[in-house]
Structures are given as C-alpha cells and as structure tokens.
C-alpha cells in the first residue's frame, strides 16, 4: 500500500474513531436539556389568571400573547413565578411578569401580555320606552355580553327595572343603566288608603289619607280619617299602609 493510501485510511479510522468518541457526549448534553414550549408558557400564563382574578372562570375568556420562543432549560423542576396582579378585577390588557426558576433557582424572566374578557349578565331593551313612561315585562329582556371593560352602574335584573319609570328616552337594543329609570311611588301625596292596625292576632281597619310620597316598605305619615290624627306607617300596596303596635 501506497504511503499516501497509508494517510487516507489512517484519517478514516481516526474519524470513525472521533465520531464514536463525541456523540455519547452529544447525547448525553441532550438528554440533560429540557424544552418548555410558547404553548406551554401561555397556558401557564391563563391558569395564574383564572386562579387569580376574581371573576366566575366560565364567565372568562383569556388570549394571552407571547412573542418569546421555547425555552430549552436545565434537567430539574421547573417552575414559572408569576407577579401579583393589584386588582384582582382587572379586564381589558393585562401585562405579566414571570420568573422562570429550575429548582428554586432563577434562570429567566419573561414578559407576556393578556387579553382578558368577561361575559356579563344587562338588562336591553326590545322595544322602545319614551321619558316618563312605565317600563313594562314586555320592554326589556336579559342579554348576556362579551366585554373588555367592566360595564358599571347597570341592573342584572328584570325586577330591577320592570315598573320603573324611564327618565329620558330609550331606544330599542339599549342596555340600561341605573340612571335611566327611577322608583315610581306606590303612594302619592293625598292618596286614599287602607289604615291596617295590627297587634298579635288582632287586625283593625280604618281609612286614611297619605301625606306625601312613598314606596314599598317606607314609613310615610298618614292622617286617620276617622280621628284626624297623624301617625306613621309602613307603605304595603298602593292602597294598603300598616300600623303596627
């Protein structure tokens, strides 16, 4: 054999030799990695939000981006610190902080941001309502509503606006708000009533007249039509007060 075959084969050998020798290595610095995907870190990032925020989680709706790539990190137990939220009623942008940590220790901090919406229960109404009118069982109904901001100062419930009476125009498709309606008195000044005196079993009854407004359940003065005396009593009905002793 040549002496130059001699050098060709001599190098072969030596790097058959070199590829057995690096690729356990190879293997072994592999092995002692692991990946922790951007899939995984996003869900990481709702499941902190879901736990923390103080919403019904079936009432939220969470997209969180994250513009980071996998993590390739050290063999040991991984966990993801996430900063405290300051209000635990936040919705709209929601931006995180977390320290990636292997066994306690620190290796990274990441920064995500968060989309959080929330569905909420309103009153709407389906039909139209002009100012001073009554708003009746047929002119609102209860929708339900994806939003990125807390809708404030609004009913849930029908029997919070149904009898009330509209202070300004409604239009159809409306939610409405607290301060589109008010009480309508169930007594107004110089109303008839029923005086009903009450004392364990016994019931008296005798005719009055109020002398100012009053709702259900308050205390409006009443004049005693037989006597001509003032008293106090509570508001039951339109034409029903109550005395009691």
Same mark, same amino acid.
């Given at each position: 054999? @040549? ?27 592999? !092995? ?7 899939? %995984?870190?996003?869900? @990481?990032? %709702?499941?902190? /939000?879901? $736990? ?5 989680? %079936?009432?939220?709706?969470? !997209? ?16 993801? +610190?996430?900063?405290?939220?300051? =209000? $635990? ?14 066994? +306690? &220790? ?26 001073? =009118?009554?708003?009746? &069982? $047929?002119?609102?109904?209860? +929708?339900?509503?994806?939003? !990125?901001?807390?809708?404030? +100062? ?10 009330? %009476?509209?202070?300004? =125009? ?19 000044? #110089? ?22 407004? #009053?709702?259900?359940? $308050?205390?409006?003065?009443?004049? =005693? ?10 508001? /039951?009905?339109?034409?029903?007060? !109550?005395?009691?002793?």
């Amino acid at each position: 054999m @040549s002496k130059k075959n001699q050098n060709k084969w001599n190098l072969v050998l030596l790097a058959i030799v070199l590829l057995f020798v690096t690729s356990p290595i190879v293997w072994a610095d592999s !092995e002692s990695k692991k990946r922790v995907t951007t899939q %995984e870190i996003k869900e @990481s990032a %709702e499941n902190f /939000l879901m $736990s923390h925020l103080d919403w019904d989680p %079936e009432s939220m709706d969470i !997209e969180v981006s994250y513009n980071g790539k996998d993590l390739i990190l050290p063999t040991g137990k991984m966990t993801l +610190d996430f900063g405290t939220l300051n =209000n $635990s009623r936040r919705v709209g942008r929601i931006p995180l902080t977390a320290q990636v940590k292997v066994d +306690d &220790k620190f290796f990274k901090r990441l920064r995500m941001n968060a989309k959080v919406a929330i569905f909420q229960d309103v009153v709407r109404t389906i039909n139209s309502v002009q100012r001073r =009118n009554i708003i009746g &069982k $047929s002119d609102v109904a209860v +929708d339900r509503v994806r939003t !990125e901001r807390l809708l404030k +100062d609004i009913p849930t419930q029908l029997d919070k606006v149904i009898g009330q %009476e509209a202070t300004r =125009n409604l239009q159809t498709g409306q939610i409405i708000k607290f301060r589109d309606f008010k009480k309508v008195p169930l007594v107004e000044r #110089g109303s008839r009533v029923i005086i009903l005196a009450t004392k364990g079993p016994m019931k008296i009854t005798t005719p009055g007249a109020v002398r100012e407004a #009053g709702f259900k359940n $308050s205390i409006v003065q009443v004049v =005693n039509l037989e006597t001509k005396k003032t008293i106090y009593a509570e508001v /039951l009905s339109a034409n029903t007060v !109550e005395v009691k002793f």
